[in-house]
């Protein structure tokens, strides 16, 4: 009786199963945490959109202020 206790997994949710039972999609395990990488990654796109808009808001402002 206690073998059969190490063939089973809890996914997610609580529900236990068979180790060689496969998992519905909905049960899959969620995905890992981001990378430092991807993070800082991310931090400076969000940066460069800020500072290209900052520009293209600079240019719209002078192109204005002319006519």
């Known amino acids: 009786m206690v073998g059969s206790l190490d063939r089973l997994r809890e996914t997610t949710f609580g529900m236990p199963r068979a180790s060689d ?10 995905a890992s945490h981001p990378t430092p990488g991807e993070v800082f990654g991310q931090i400076g796109l969000v940066f460069g959109i800020c500072l290209g808009l900052g520009l293209l808001a600079r240019v719209v402002v002078a192109l204005v202020g002319v006519y």
């Open 21 to 30: 039972e496969p998992l519905s999609p909905l049960l899959e395990e969620p």
